[in-house]
């Protein structure tokens, strides 16, 4: 069992900055991919990042914007958001799925954390 807790989120200004963290609990880290998904409001839960053990995969709306990264030593993923834009607005999630081929898919993650809110304004 993994839990994963996110933290970061907030309200920023167009153009700005956010990253987000995700710690996760267990001993098995470093055997599974993570990535980070987002849900605007009325809109489906969305793909955003994803990483192995260092192979990384971005949405085509965040790919040179946002980067993902890992460290082993904290457990913990990042999603470092630069050029922050409103619909960047969304809750952010952690996933993480039992073996390392990172993925776009949610429904191939079996544990998710509880979300953050970005929130960007115009």
């Known amino acids: 069992q993994v839990q994963l807790v996110e933290s970061g989120g907030g309200l920023v200004q167009a153009g700005g900055s956010l990253r987000l963290s995700c710690a996760a609990s267990?001993?098995?880290?470093?055997?599974?991919?993570m990535g980070w998904f987002r849900q605007a409001p009325g809109k489906e839960r969305e793909f955003v990042a994803s990483?192995?053990?260092?192979?990384?995969n971005y949405a085509d709306s965040v790919k040179g914007r946002f980067t993902i990264s890992r460290d082993g030593n904290k457990n913990t993923v990042y999603l470092q958001m630069n050029s922050l834009k409103p619909e960047d607005t969304a809750i952010y999630y952690c996933?993480?799925?039992?073996?390392?081929?990172?993925?776009?898919?949610?429904?191939?993650?079996?544990?998710w954390g509880q979300g953050t809110q970005v929130t960007v304004s115009s």
């Open positions: 267990g001993r098995t880290f470093s055997t599974y991919a």
């Open positions: 990483i192995g053990r260092i192979n990384t």
């Open positions: 996933a993480a799925r039992d073996n390392l081929a990172i993925s776009i898919r949610r429904n191939e993650y079996s544990y």
